[in-house]
T-cell receptor
Framework: DAGITQSPRHKVTETGTPVTLRCHQTENHRYMYWYRQDPGHGLRLIHYSYGVKDTDKGEVSDGYSVSRSKTEDFLLTLESATSSQTSVYFCAISETSGPNYGYTFGSGTRLTVV | ELKVEQNPLFLSMQEGKNYTIYCNYS?????LYWYRQDPGKSLESLFVLLSNGAVKQEGRLMASLDTKARLSTLHITAAVHDLSATYFC???????????WGAGTKLIIKP
């Protein structure tokens, strides 16, 4: 178990309000990722981090920002939520060696922007 | 543009039958992943394929990778209802550890 928890699990927010989603991991993984999942699109990378204060944009980063001030926490912020950001958001970590090589995902956050 | 295409996108089949899901990708890569997702749940890792010719099996599922053809297959043998789920393949690029995902194959297995 990679020990990834996401919060909140569900959130409904109004258009134009800021929203922050949290991803917490307990095993000191260097790489962390935020994806969104929409019907017919699989998963799409929003932002990723390769260390404390080291982040970079993914495929669909517009309208999102991230921060990683501690190894264990990776925050995703929607500065001003829009209806197009209604989605399921998954956090992930990656292992680059050993028996758990690959990517492990959190339980997801279902965000609805009304 | 990097693309990962799965087919079929939807598959309804009877228990006991065999079938194959295909995953084609457009970039050179020797790292491919298969995941399973149940409705409303997270993604569960099924297979990690790390080289050309890799074959892995778990129960009624078997995955293979042909990097020269840029093709991976997920074969289901004697399907059972519990295998009903959506299956995704994802390709690891050399660019900043980004995964490129297929759209998913929704598999329904009828008793």
């Amino acid at each position: 178990d990679a020990g990834i928890t996401q919060s909140p699990r569900h959130k409904v927010t109004e258009t134009g309000t800021p929203v922050t989603l949290r991803c917490h991991q307990t095993e000191n993984h260097r790489y962390m990722y935020w994806y969104r999942q929409d019907p017919g699109h699989g998963l799409r990378l929003i932002h990723y981090s390769y260390g404390v204060k080291d982040t970079d944009k993914g495929e669909v980063s517009d309208g999102y920002s991230v921060s990683r001030s501690k190894t264990e926490d990776f925050l995703l912020t929607l500065e001003s939520a829009t209806s197009s950001q209604t989605s399921v958001y998954f956090c992930a970590i990656s292992e680059t060696s050993g028996p758990n090589y690959g990517y492990t995902f959190g339980s997801g956050t279902r965000l609805t922007v009304v | 543009e990097l693309k990962v295409e799965q087919n079929p996108l939807f598959l309804s089949m009877q228990e006991g039958k065999n079938y194959t899901i295909y995953c084609n990708y457009s970039t050179t890569s020797d790292r491919l992943y298969w995941y399973r997702q149940d409705p409303g749940k997270s993604l569960e890792s099924l297979f990690v394929l790390l080289s050309n010719g890799a074959v892995k099996q778990e129960g009624r599922l078997m995955a293979s990778l042909d990097t020269k053809a840029r093709l991976s297959t997920l074969h289901i043998t004697a399907a059972v209802h519990d295998l009903s789920a959506t299956y995704f393949c994802a390709v690891d690029t050399d660019s900043n550890y980004q995964l490129i995902w297929g759209a998913g194959t929704k598999l329904i297995i009828k008793p």
